[in-house]
């Protein structure tokens, strides 16, 4: 608290009155309380002070607002949320990517279409928001805060997504291996896109109509076939319900050997060779 000074008679004395505060953190500057009615200069370690104060607090307000500000991603074929948050540098990784954008992605985070938009941080800015809100409601009156309560409940109303429709997927190699993520997901069996795409490149080429005629497995007459090369004993014994039954089936095949490698290896994503 700073000390009471003696007051001489106002009829002598300028108006004009300022504070500065000197702290371990550094200057701080209080503008003046009373306008003065004559030209007067102000102290010379106030106007320092306010100097070395304003620069500072700018700079630190855009700063603010920059890092405030998500960043919009396109998903590229291929692309999984674990490398997307990799690439972003995303605090919690891909479970809080995919929690900030569920409603976009869907309930299966193993499953993002090309082309679909991404918001990077939006929860952070989200939660950023809803403080702000919560302060300036405290101060509000009574019915302030009543009419901006109406407000977001039509809004909250007016942008209710609809229900999500049925998934499709493209007769290709990356349809079938996000189709065969669906089912995997349904029946808890690990693996991620890359894993997956991975091996179905070295085993196949992406072929699934692929055959080995040459091999030990061969020779014994049970020859690896399709895009992940399951030999039928295998495929019979791993293969997923709700799949079709031929192994040459693209999603069929994925399915039965992630479940067989899941079986033995823990996941897919650990088989990096012959297996």
Known sequence: MPAQGKHRRPKSVSLGRGIAAVTTGGAVLALPVLGATTASAAPAHAVAAEKAVAPVSVTAQVNSVTKAAPATHSVASGETLSKIAREYSVSGGWKKLYEGNRKVIGDNPNIIHPGIKLTIGAKAAASSDTKAGKASEAAAPAAARTATAERADRSERTTAAPAAAPAT???DLDGWIRESLAVMAQHGIPGSYEGIHRNII?????????????????????????????????????????????SYD???????????AADRYGSIDNVFGAY
């Open 169 to 171: 997927y493209t007769n």
């Open 202 to 246: 070295r085993e196949s080429s992406g072929n699934p109509n692929a055959i080995n005629n040459w091999d030990s497995n061969a020779v014994k007459g049970t020859p690896s076939k399709g895009l992940l090369q399951v030999i039928d004993p295998t495929f019979q014994a791993y293969h997923v319900p709700g799949t079709s039954t031929d």
């Open 250 to 260: 693209p999603v069929a095949n994925i399915t039965a050997a992630c479940n067989y």
